[in-house]
């Protein structure tokens, strides 16, 4: 039975954060997710807003009412670029996020690497024990029938 890894609750701890450094990534890639459809709404508002009969419409014109669809068509342009911005920000919070993992992950693989080491070294010391048992035994046994 292996002896118990010194740094086991370093190790547990560097697991505990590349799970959270992973979390927070995913709420990134979610946080962006959630922008880039609020813009491929406003996208599609835009195109409706472009298609309704009032901006369509040929003879009897309403000034009113087609300076109301461009300041609202103007609104919603100004709130894609607000959005696109914001996107901008999260990408960049993404990508520190995802350094963070990385970190955190090569952190945990050191301290994985080093549990490996120690088990080997500990089945390797085992090994040795357990030969150097066995050689005595023999030569017990061998002394045993000398001696008969």
């Known amino acids: 039975m292996p002896a118990e890894f010194r740094f086991k609750a ?3 701890l560097r697991r505990q954060q590349r799970d959270e ?11 962006i997710d959630k922008v880039n459809a609020q813009i491929d709404q406003i996208k599609t508002e835009r195109v409706a807003l472009r298609n309704t009969d009032d901006v369509r419409r040929q003879g009897d014109v309403s000034v009113d ?3 109301a669809h461009g300041r609202y068509d103007l609104q919603l342009q100004a ?3 607000a959005l696109q911005a914001t ?22 693989k050191r301290f994985e690497k080093l549990k490996e080491n120690d088990e080997a ?7 040795k024990r357990d030969n150097a048992e066995a ?14």
């Open 121 to 127: 070294e500990f089945r390797a010391l085992q090994s």
């Open 21 to 31: 450094a992973g979390a927070a990534l995913g709420q990134a890639n979610e946080a």
């Open 135 to 148: 050689d005595e035994v023999s030569t017990r046994r061998y002394t045993l029938q000398r001696q008969r």
């Open 65 to 67: 009412a087609l300076l």
């Open 10 to 12: 370093l190790l547990d």
């Open 87 to 108: 996107i901008a920000e999260l990408t960049a919070e993404m990508e520190k996020r995802r350094a963070t993992l990385v970190e955190a992950e090569a952190e945990l």
């Open 79 to 81: 709130d894609v670029g």
